[in-house]
């Protein structure tokens, strides 16, 4: 039995990892990235994403373990509510406009209302934890048992202290289930969530896997 669980949980990990998320790109500093040496997690949540906020960090801090760590890494995971999560769909980051188009600019500017309004707390977390630099994971999720869908859309923003934007981007994915369990669903999702995070994290040089 312990032998068949192990052999589903590897089966996972590899369908995971080669798991194909639709990410674009929006503003990349590469070579002001390459400097930083420690950086914070915070993960946000959208108002209307009903998984609870615990369970984001749970999942991701648990991920983060089988890796290699090249630069330091620091999951936040006590924030206030005006850091962790939009109060309505206009200030969270990802907009898009009537006919769909992504709303750069908007979102650049919402970034900047959200980073100048905490700064208080965003420095303390900085001075707190030595760091110099802030990714912000924004997720809208959402599941459903009847429909058998799980989907979210979600933005990686990486800060400065000087609160520059270093790198955006951003991404959207529906997958179909045919998992009935709605705990299960909900598990599914928060592997799907972690690892595309996780993705741009070794993209970005911070993680590597070990050998």
């Known amino acids: ?115 100048a309004k905490n700064k208080e707390e965003l420095d303390k977390i900085r001075s707190d934890n030595n760091l110099d630099s802030i990714v912000i994971y924004e997720v809208d999720a959402g599941y459903s048992r009847e429909l058998q869908y799980i989907d979210f859309s979600s933005m990686v923003i990486l800060v400065d202290n000087n609160d520059k934007i270093l790198y955006m981007d951003r991404q959207h994915d529906k997958h179909e289930t045919f998992e009935i369990d709605e705990k299960v669903m909900r598990e599914e999702l928060l592997d799907l969530i972690s690892n595309r995070l996780l993705n741009k994290i070794i993209d970005l040089k911070y993680i590597m896997k070990k050998r």
């Open 1 to 115: 039995m312990k032998r068949c669980s192990l052999v589903i949980l590897v089966a996972l990990f590899v369908a995971l990892s080669c798991a194909k998320y639709h990410v674009k790109n929006e503003i990349s500093h590469g070579s002001e990235i390459n400097k930083l040496k420690k950086t914070g997690i915070i993960i946000r949540k959208t108002h209307n994403t009903p998984i609870p906020l615990k369970l984001f960090n749970k999942n991701l801090s648990q991920w983060l373990v089988p890796y290699h760590k090249v630069k330091e890494l620091v999951l936040i995971e006590t924030t206030s509510k005006n850091l962790n999560r939009s109060n309505m769909e206009s200030d969270r980051f990802l907009q898009f406009s009537n006919v769909g188009d992504f709303q750069l600019y908007q979102c650049q500017g919402i970034v900047a209302h959200y980073l």
